[in-house]
């Protein structure tokens, strides 16, 4: 049985391990977070505070680290390797809804393309079943995120970003891109969509819509940042709305690169643009860690769409976050 629960960080996804605790009977001692706005507060009646803080009131108490996005998914690993705590892996705070699988696991090493890869994928499983922030976890450089030096770089790219929040990642494309014939950027918040409208007024095509696995309007939680996605609860202070939202294949005529960061509706989004990858084989680079299944699920539904792909996985920060999975057409690699 859980007993004292120091949840690490008090956003959205902190706030729903707290209601799917407190409904097995444990209501956690504290949040902790280095956000010093939301130090002294209070939620549900449990107090947040400082880190070390909470380390100090509680010293035999288990953290769970309730944070996926950058720039947090770096922060909190270190913070967390340098004190003397215990910890638990979030999946075990949510009813099972986020869990590891020995067998997608098992697929997935045999699905990827070199021991890098794999490597990963051990990492990932590894730290799911028991996490153990002393253990190393070697990563690659985040100024490489999306587009890996193993990729080729077309001329006439026709690149696609999904999730594109203020324009970071196309701004990172326009770096690396001499020449290129179309960009188009897809950012479902309303906050997000201006910043990015006026970081690239030119030589971008824009949308304000999300991707999906269907053509209509969806349920969707702005919040001005990167935590924004489709859904109705589970984001305190985001602003309930509904967007527009498009499976690719309705939306798009080409394609060559595919990057999607959509806070882990990757899977639908996906499965709404076969007939796309099936067509034009478009380079993918698919966030794989807003659930810890996604490491696997991702690269076995791009095999079964498209089983030419060679499949790659790669990680921006230590485990488990920030892992993209590239699938990458034979001839656009680089040997």
Known sequence: MLTQIVLFGAGGLGRKALAHLQARGITPVAFADCDKSKQGTEIEGIPVM?????????????????????????????????????????????????????????????????????????????????????????????KDIYFPDFISRLNNECFVDCGAADGDSVAQFLERWAQYDDVLAVEPDLVNFEKLRLKHPKNVSTINAAVGDWTGEVPFLSTGNYCSRI????????????????????????????????????????????????????????????????????????????????????????APFELICYAVPEERLVV
């Open 50 to 142: 400082r880190p070390g803080m909470a380390e100090y009131r509680f010293p035999d108490a288990c953290w769970v680290p309730t944070v996926l996005s950058l720039p947090a998914s770096q922060e909190v690993p270190e913070l967390l390797q340098r004190m003397p705590v215990r910890t638990l892996p979030l999946w075990t705070c949510l009813n099972g809804e986020y869990h590891v699988d020995r067998n997608g696991f098992a697929e997935v090493m045999e699905l990827v393309a070199d021991d890098i890869s794999r490597r990963v994928a051990q990492d990932q499983f590894d730290f799911y079943s028991a996490p153990d922030y002393e253990v190393p976890s070697p990563h690659e450089s985040m």
């Open 231 to 318: 859904g109705t609860e589970g984001l305190p202070g985001a602003v309930q709305c509904r967007v527009q939202c498009y499976r690719l294949d309705d939306l798009l005529s080409d394609a060559s690169f595919i990057k999607m960061d959509i806070e882990g509706e990757e899977l639908k989004a996906i499965d709404g643009a076969q007939d796309t990858i099936q067509r034009h084989k478009p380079v993918l680079a698919i966030c794989g860690y807003h659930t810890p299944d996604h490491f696997w699920q991702v690269p076995k539904l791009i095999h079964e769409i498209e089983p030419s792909y060679k499949l790659f996985l790669r990680r921006y920060a230590p």
